[in-house]
């Protein structure tokens, strides 16, 4: 793709979901990966046309050797376009290295969105990176709900690029000669993003449509989202007391879906589609007599006529 093409589109795209207003302060989250530094070009492109400040926060994980150097080189080309950059380093060590870093990045773009007054945090997420999450919620045994991968827009924060490949990307910094900074744990399969990213969705796409399917899917999973929001607005999951008559009168899907969301709020840990099919099927038992549905440990669910609530045995945690 074409230069001229590559920011038409972005743009055009920006445009129509309304990622972006004149006079808008944008926080551009840049690692110096080829995708973050492409956001970054494309908001200088555009900056003079729809008069936006523009500031960059580069964060450092610190998990390789090298990778001070991609904050320097991040500063480096801040300093050449005359944009404000902050940066901000912590290691991580143990499990769940990848889900640690994302909250703590959660949690300071929003701290210091609020703090400079940013009106839009931007993201450098494409359709490849929604086809990753799917496929991983999948893999991890998500319901059709939960397959609503990356919204576009999420208050605050945009995607622009949810309109390209990463092909798209690399070929557009490519053709204008621009550079980047590789990661080289990238290619390694250590973790499950990059295994999905370099093995799964490979052999998906060879033997069809694997990364347009999963595309697909979160799109038909969000419009699923509305109509879940739609049906059951005035049930209030996080009342202890649920009421039955409004949960029956729901498809099966939808008030399933509902009876997993009860307990997640409720505080049950760990919620599985096996607790939800088994009190699913005992609510639908038409019944006079109380009954108690044990869910975990010390927890029981208890279907007292036309109400479902959860108690604790005496000492459990």
Request: overall charge positive; some cysteine.
């Amino acid at each position: 793709m074409n230069y001229a093409k590559f920011i038409y589109q972005t743009r055009e795209f920006a445009l129509q979901q309304n990622l972006i207003t004149r006079g808008d302060s944008l926080l551009i989250s840049v690692s110096g990966g080829v995708d973050s530094v492409a956001l970054l070009y494309f908001f200088q492109h555009i900056k003079s046309e729809f008069k936006l400040n523009l500031a960059v926060v580069h964060f450092d994980h610190q998990a390789r050797l090298v990778s001070a150097n991609d904050g320097l080189f991040v500063k480096e080309l801040c300093h050449q376009l005359d944009i404000k950059y902050y940066s901000y380093q912590k290691r991580f060590t143990g499990n769940n290295f990848q889900a640690n870093a994302s909250k703590w990045r959660k949690s300071l773009l929003t701290e210091l969105s609020k703090k400079e007054k940013f009106t839009k945090i931007a993201l450098a997420h494409h359709l490849d990176d929604v086809a990753e999450t799917v496929l991983w919620k999948i893999a991890r045994g998500s319901s059709l709900f939960g397959l609503n991968a990356m919204k576009i827009s999420l208050g605050q924060v945009i995607r622009p690029f949810m309109c390209h490949y990463k092909k798209d990307i690399i070929e557009y910094m490519s053709q204008q000669g621009y550079l980047w900074r590789e990661d080289d744990t990238n290619q390694t399969n250590d973790y499950t993003r990059n295994l999905i990213r370099n093995k799964l969705l490979v052999e998906l796409d060879k033997i069809g449509k694997g990364r347009i399917t999963l595309l697909d899917l979160a799109r038909d999973s969000a419009e699923l989202e509305e109509i879940y929001e739609q049906m059951t607005k005035g049930i209030d999951i996080s009342n202890p007391l649920l009421a039955l008559d409004k949960l029956m009168v729901l498809p099966s899907l939808i008030a399933k879906e509902l009876i997993g969301r009860y307990l997640t709020n409720q505080g049950v840990l760990d919620v599985n589609r096996a607790q939800i099919e088994n009190l699913y099927r005992e609510i639908k038992a038409s019944s006079n007599r109380v009954r108690l549905i044990i869910l975990s440990r010390g927890i029981s669910a208890k279907i007292d006529k036309n109400w479902l609530m959860l108690t604790q045995k005496k000492g459990s945690p």
